[in-house]
């Protein structure tokens, strides 16, 4: 979450959390990919505060989200406002899990803030992007999971 944890390590932990708690929250299987999700799309973004300097997005294709939400409410009638709703919550409790799993090598218990969600691609200022996974998921969508670090960090 900050520079003390090697890219390669964060890479890993991102990955694992991010296929795991989709599998767990939605029965969306991820895969690796070399491309990334294309319009129309959603970003949802948290920054990490008090002892990290650093910050996650997640930019997804809208119907990957809306997938999301739609196994989570079990229902397929949802509502542009619901999958906002479901992505943010969804990427709190990812968020969550990649500060726990994270926890062992830095002794450091994160905080971070609220998510918040953007159409289209967010990338926060002053931040360059230091590991970027990128996942498909057998037609239901595409996403993009970054990590930002402060410019010049």
Request: with cysteine; hydrophobic share 40%; net charge negative.
């Amino acid at each position: 979450m900050n520079t003390a944890v090697p890219r390669e390590r964060m890479a890993e932990v991102l990955d694992q959390v991010m296929r795991d708690i989709t599998r767990q929250t939605a029965g969306i299987e991820l895969q690796p990919s070399s491309d990334g999700p294309e319009e129309p799309l959603c970003t949802v973004y948290i920054a990490f505060v008090k002892d990290f300097q650093t910050s996650l997005s997640l930019c997804a294709e809208t119907s990957l989200f809306t997938r999301l939400a739609q196994c989570m409410m079990m229902t397929d009638q949802v509502l542009p406002e619901d999958v906002e709703a479901v992505a943010m919550e969804y990427f709190n409790v990812l968020c969550g899990h990649i500060a726990a799993r994270l926890f062992p090598d830095t002794k450091v218990a994160a905080r971070f803030t609220v998510p918040a969600f953007y159409p289209g691609l967010y990338a926060p200022e002053g931040y360059a992007e230091q590991v970027v996974l990128t996942y498909s998921s057998d037609g239901i969508g595409r996403a993009r999971l970054a990590c930002h670090f402060p410019c010049g960090a």
